[in-house]
């Protein structure tokens, strides 16, 4: 459990940086450089990612909450509106004229579908801490910079964005099983 704790700290601060501590952000920009500073921030990403996978499966899963019967199709539908998002977070899309931040809207959402889903210790801290992290993130993002409402675009913008997310969806469907150890259907 600790590996998993482990990752989870760094993951949320890693990624509050940009967040709460922008004067230190620009410091090692200003020290190290764009890219250097990029480089740095995505290892220890990938690293966060690798603490977390290994934590988890190495964590015993001692059942909390009986999820509802129903808790894994909701998961599932859930999860595929999170890559939806998260696929929209990075495209040019209608989406982003109703949701502000859609790639932590999708974080929410595939957090609290796994939380529907998984009644184990080790996933309520996990799902629990990704809840809790992008939430906050939006709330301080909020706070710090106001927001400017994108034009509308064509509909055949959104069509780019549906094919990525479901294509997004259906390889972590698939690779589930071989990247976290366990079968989502």
């Given at each position: ?63 909390v909450y009986i999820p ?74 909020n706070k710090r910079e ?40």
């Amino acid at each position: 459990m600790i590996i998993l704790i482990l990752g989870l700290v760094l993951w949320c601060g890693i990624h509050f940086i940009p967040t709460l501590a922008i004067g230190f952000r620009s410091q090692c920009i200003t020290k190290w450089g764009e890219k250097k500073y990029r480089m740095i921030f995505s290892s220890t990403v990938i690293l966060a990612i690798i603490l977390i996978v290994f934590g988890w499966r190495a964590t015993d899963n001692n059942l909390v909450y009986i999820p509802p019967g129903w808790g894994g199709h909701l998961n599932a539908l859930m999860v595929l509106i999170a890559f939806l998002l998260i696929a929209a977070a990075k495209s040019t899309t209608n989406i982003k004229r109703y949701i502000r931040h859609p790639q932590l809207v999708g974080i929410v959402f595939w957090s609290s579908g796994h939380l529907f889903a998984n009644g184990e210790v080790r996933s309520l801290i996990l799902f629990g801490t990704f809840l809790l992290w992008a939430i906050l993130e939006m709330v301080l993002i909020n706070k710090r910079e106001d927001w400017l409402k994108p034009e509308a675009l064509p509909l055949k913008a959104e069509i780019a964005v549906v094919i990525k997310g479901v294509i997004i969806y259906l390889v972590f469907l698939f690779a589930h099983p071989y990247l976290f150890g366990v079968k989502p259907w």
